[in-house]
Nanobody, 125 residues
Framework: QAQLVQSGRTSAPPGGSLTLSCASS????????MAWFRQAPGKQREWIAT???????FYADSAEGHFAISGDVTKNTVYLQINDLKPEDTGTYYC???????????????????WGQGTQVTVSS
């Protein structure tokens, strides 16, 4: 059974950066479709970026330049780097895996079959 395990630093000051990791095991491979979402307190889970077929990256319009998604196939792990942290980056970050990376689906929560446990990130001074 597929399992996604997240790790990474959970707090940082404004202006800093941090990287979250998502390691996949079981039958899920990052060569399919891996994504990161964020859920701020009291808000819906929103799509940040998708890493597809070991090469392609797609970002939400608001995420371009602020987030960077990447993957290491040898480790079956996907990363999310957050640069120039802002207080509004505070929230719970989830990685997800699925097989539908098309334009119409990649931003949808329902397009992904497996989810990590979530990482609470706090940005404060």
């Amino acid at each position: 059974q597929a399992q996604l395990v997240q790790s990474g630093r959970t707090s940082a000051p404004p202006g800093g950066s941090l990287t979250l990791s998502c390691a996949s095991s079981g039958d899920t491979f990052i060569s399919d479709c891996m994504a990161w979402f964020r859920q701020a307190p009291g808000k819906q889970r929103e799509w940040i970026a998708t890493f597809e077929s070991e090469v392609n990256t797609f970002y939400a319009d608001s995420a371009e330049g602020h987030f960077a998604i990447s993957g290491d196939v040898t480790k079956n792990t996907v990363y999310l780097q957050i640069n120039d942290l802002k207080p509004e980056d505070t929230g719970t970050y989830y990685c997800a895996a699925g097989t539908r990376c098309g334009l119409l689906f990649r931003h949808l929560v329902g397009a992904y079959d497996h989810w990590g446990q979530g990482t609470q990130v706090t940005v404060s001074s």
